[in-house]
């Protein structure tokens, strides 16, 4: 064992060891492929969350464990998820990964690849089934995380397969409260296009005018006035056509 608890498998999957892997898995007792360093992780799981197709492949092929999370319950797929690594959850949902699994925080691979923006992620972990509707310890839902992060880009992606426009947290904060809030403004369009309810960030705004300065203050009112205007000027685009959830997209 080296530093950390790493092994050679370890190491070659991050790149750092050139080593013939399928040859040193054939070499060696049938569970190293599946040994774990000091924070839990196996090698195939520092594979997926790096570009390193070829060592996953081989890992993968080698008898790799996918099921192992690490301390904090995070998997292969997340790993993968959250650099928006496409070609590696392809290869793990083939080899069965489970797409729904949540780590200790709550988080899912969706929840994962919205963050991280990726969405040919996104769309491949939808089409493998992945829940638009799962909340993580915190009440934020993958929709949330485009919100907080500004990722206007997966609102029709996620509402198209079912994502709630209008979910709540558990302080029933909505994801159209949290982008006006972090102004992401894009993100704020788009939630409204897809039937957000502007009504919930009225009150929002009133109570924001005694925390901030009069001009911010001033292009809040406007951006709400905005957002008002985009709500009755949008009408919802009908669920069942993709096309028109992209269009809408584009005229934002």
Do not use: W
């Amino acid at each position: 064992m080296l530093h950390l608890g790493f092994t050679a498998l370890h190491k070659a999957a991050v790149g750092l060891y050139q080593i013939d892997i399928a040859d040193y898995i054939r070499n060696h007792p049938q569970d190293f492929v599946n040994k774990v360093d000091n924070l839990g992780r196996t090698p195939v799981s520092y594979a997926a969350s790096r570009n390193e197709i070829a060592n996953l492949t081989a890992l993968l092929d080698g008898g790799a464990d996918i099921s192992i999370g690490d301390h904090l319950l995070v998997l292969p797929i997340h790993n993968a998820a959250s650099i928006g690594n496409a070609a590696a959850l392809e290869k793990l949902l083939a080899a069965g990964a489970a797409v729904d699994a949540v780590t200790s925080k709550g988080h899912s691979a969706l929840h994962e690849a919205v963050a991280a923006g990726s969405v040919d992620s996104v769309r491949l972990l939808l089409e493998h089934g992945a829940q638009c509707d799962t909340a993580d310890a915190l009440g934020r839902q993958p929709l949330y995380f485009a919100a907080t992060l500004g990722h206007p880009e997966m609102v029709p992606i996620l509402v198209q397969h079912g994502a709630d426009v209008n979910a709540k947290r558990f302080n029933n904060s909505t994801a159209l409260m949290e982008a006006f809030y972090l102004r992401r403004d894009d993100v704020a369009r788009a939630l409204v296009s897809f039937g957000a309810n502007v009504d919930c960030i009225r009150g929002f705004t009133d109570c924001m005018s005694h925390t901030v300065d009069d001009c911010t203050c001033r292009a809040l009112k406007e951006e709400l006035q905005r957002l008002e205007t985009a709500a009755r000027a949008c009408p919802l685009p009908d669920s069942t056509d993709s096309d028109i959830f992209e269009d809408a997209l584009e005229q934002l």
